[in-house]
């Protein structure tokens, strides 16, 4: 089962290779990872996309990765409510004729153009993993001469107030 696990880590030299390495050596599969800075100095954060077989498995990984001395906390968020996005750039051949072609193709997905040369061009997306996928399936008709993604990156939606939590505001008195 795919599951998204965050941790928020010491941001130091060798965290991600000791992250990875626990990984590794009790044969998770990643099948994404996303590691940046967060608003607070020296606290990074890592989203991964791990693939477990089952609930003892997860627990198993939480379990390793809290025990890690960088590790200040880690949060299985695959099912509550998430914000999550990932980059692609995609190289795609090109020429004056199609470009038009491929502006048509990736409008819908607001895809933009970042970069355009004599024989192709690079267009950024950003999104949920299907829509990449999407765009991709589309454009790979042209020829992909290059294609790079960043991995999800993703943590939990921020609170909304209840409806008996509003105040009630009225211009007239």
């Known amino acids: 089962m795919r599951r998204i696990v965050t941790a928020t880590v010491q941001n130091r030299s060798g965290v991600l290779n000791r992250v990875t390495g626990l990984l590794a050596k009790r044969q998770f599969n990643i099948e994404s990872i996303s590691v940046g800075r967060t608003e607070a100095e020296g606290i ?3 989203t991964f996309v791990v693939d477990v077989e089952d609930e003892r ?6 379990k390793q990765l809290n025990k890690q001395i960088d590790v200040l906390k880690v949060s ?9 996005s990932e980059l692609a750039l995609i190289r795609v051949v090109s020429n004056a004729q ?4 491929i502006q048509g193709i990736i409008e ?3 895809a933009s153009i970042i970069d355009i040369s004599k024989d192709s061009l690079t267009v950024q997306v950003t ?11 589309l454009l790979r008709p042209y020829g992909i001469k290059e294609l790079a993604r960043t991995g999800l ?3 939990l939606r921020g609170q909304q107030p209840q409806v008996a939590e509003m105040k009630n505001y009225s211009i007239l008195k």
């Open 127 to 137: 999104g949920k993993q299907e829509k990449i996928e999407a765009l991709i399936d």
């Open 108 to 110: 819908p997905f607001r």
């Open 153 to 155: 990156t993703a943590f």
């Open 57 to 62: 498995k997860l627990e198993q990984l939480t």
């Open 44 to 46: 990074s954060k890592m």
């Open 76 to 84: 299985d968020i695959t099912d509550k409510a998430i914000v999550a």
């Open 98 to 101: 199609i470009r038009n072609e």
